[in-house]
T-cell receptor
Framework: DSGVTQTPKHLITATGQRVTLRCSPR?????VYWYQQSLDQGLQFLIQ???????AKGNILERFSAQQFPDLHSELNLSSLELGDSALYFC????????????FGPGTRLTVL | QKEVEQDPGPLSVPEGAIVSLNCTYS??????FMWYRQYSRKGPELLMY????GNKEDGRFTAQVDKSSKYISLFIRDSQPSDSATYLCAMKDAGNMLTFGGGTRLMVKP
């Protein structure tokens, strides 16, 4: 158990809908990272927050957004969902602002029908 | 062409074998190199972290980086069935973004 929690574990929704994925980092970690893992694209970095502020942005679609709250938990919002958004979404956390030593959560499996 | 290439496998070996997993990369700015292990239906777990060229050993695991060839390796000695997982290489420059390989699926048979 990495200490990073993600909810929900599974999410099934329809195209065009909007969902919110939630992540609680390890106690004491200030950075939260979001990743998408699909069979064809592998594990791709989406976005990082450090102590409430956006720190780095990867291949995140405009339909996706994230935020980190004062208690350091983070939410990833996915809107206007498409079939191709079906994937595993991982959250990771680290103490510092760099991802060199980060701990991954168990993931949320999103299925868009 | 992807920035980080990794043979997807699967790689099947008998218990006790030495396993060699490899990644090649094209971005010469990458300085930090990591190996993650991912069990089925779980999140990746950091195994090894190295900076620059050379070898690093941790128990049965050895990570090797050859920056001149843009090639990194992970060796697993005395492989066990519990090592069966997908192994992901990851790397970055001085910034915040990790770039992952596609992963190699390893199966260690008793």
């Amino acid at each position: 158990d990495s200490g990073v929690t993600q909810t929900p574990k599974h999410l099934i929704t329809a195209t065009g809908q909007r969902v919110t994925l939630r992540c609680s980092p390890r106690s004491g970690d200030l950075s939260v990272y979001w990743y998408q893992q699909s069979l064809d694209q592998g594990l791709q970095f989406l976005i990082q927050y450090y102590n409430g502020e956006e720190r780095a942005k990867g291949n995140i679609l405009e339909r996706f957004s994230a935020q980190q709250f004062p208690d350091l938990h983070s939410e990833l919002n996915l809107s206007s969902l498409e079939l191709g958004d079906s994937a595993l979404y991982f959250c990771a956390s680290s103490v510092a602002s760099l991802p060199d030593t980060q701990y991954f959560g168990p993931g949320t499996r999103l299925t868009v029908l | 062409q992807k920035e980080v290439e990794q043979d997807p496998g699967p790689l099947s070996v008998p218990e006790g074998a030495i396993v060699s997993l490899n990644c090649t990369y094209s971005n010469s700015a990458f300085q930090y190199f990591m190996w993650y292990r991912q069990y089925s239906r779980k999140g990746p777990e950091l195994l090894m972290y190295t900076y620059s060229s050379g070898n690093k050993e941790d128990g049965r695991f050895t990570a090797q980086v050859d920056k001149s060839s843009k090639y990194i390796s992970l060796f697993i000695r005395d492989s066990q069935p519990s090592d069966s997982a997908t192994y992901l290489c990851a790397m970055k420059d001085a910034g915040n973004m990790l770039t992952f390989g596609g992963g190699t699926r390893l199966m260690v048979k008793p």
